[in-house]
């Protein structure tokens, strides 16, 4: 079986700041890592995935991941936050032929 | 740009009421499912299917039921509406193959009154 824990619930950045969300997964088999953003009132919109192919991976709006086996972690980061980044974060895991485990969400606040 | 749509978007309701969410996608893909999302919470799995005539409960036990007798469509009803059914749904699909990107609809929002 797989599980995905997002540290915090709530992240707080400046604009301009660095961004980093934390995942890590649980999961028997080699997984299938990704990461979905979610804005107000709308679905989840796919950012980057990880399919075992290069362990840094990068996505859309700047922002990539870096799979490490040895911490189960695919933490999330973008060098420079823009006030459109605030939204709900959400890190997934599935292995083959199984559905999507997520998380229960980071939500990330820009501060101008 | 996914190609999955949901129907309607928003939805005040009346406790008692049948009501049916539609989901549909072009993509041919054929593994599709439900999730129930409360405000600002995490995604909860209700059905999912593989192909027509499949269907099969999600982590979260619902009173919702689904059906898929087309490929595209992937509709869920609730025979009776209560006020515990108030949540946005989301809809997904994704192609039979390895590590496909899943789709997401814009999801309905259902208010039970």
């Known amino acids: 079986a797989q599980s995905v824990t997002q540290l915090g619930s709530h992240v707080s950045v400046s604009e301009g700041a660095l961004v980093l969300l934390r995942c890590n997964y649980s999961?028997?088999?080699?997984?299938?890592l990704f990461w979905y953003v979610q804005y107000p009132n709308q679905g989840l919109q796919l950012l980057l995935k990880y399919t075992s192919a290069a362990t840094l991976v990068k996505g859309i709006n700047g922002f990539e991941a870096e799979f490490k086996k040895s911490e189960t972690s695919f933490h999330l980061t973008k060098p420079s936050a823009h006030m459109s980044d605030a939204a709900e974060y959400f890190c997934?895991?599935?292995?083959?032929?199984?559905?999507?485990?997520f998380g229960k969400g980071t939500r990330l606040s820009v501060i101008a | 740009e996914a190609d999955i749509y949901q129907t309607p978007r928003y939805l005040v309701i009346g406790t008692g009421k049948k009501i049916t969410l539609e989901c549909s996608q072009t993509m041919g893909h054929d593994k599709m499912y439900w999730y129930q999302q409360d405000p600002g919470m995490e995604l909860h799995l209700i059905h999912y299917?593989?192909?027509?005539?499949?269907?099969e409960k999600g982590d979260l036990s619902s009173e919702s039921t689904v059906s898929r007798i087309r490929t595209e469509h992937f509709p869920l009803t609730l025979e009776s509406a209560r006020p515990s059914h108030t949540s946005q749904y989301l809809c997904a699909c994704r192609a039979d193959r390895g590590p496909e990107t899943q789709y997401f609809g814009p999801g309905t929002r259902l208010l039970v009154l």
């Open positions: 997934a895991v599935r292995a083959l032929n199984t559905p999507l485990v």
């Open positions: 299917s593989y192909g027509v005539n499949s269907t």
């Open positions: 999961s028997s088999v080699p997984p299938y």
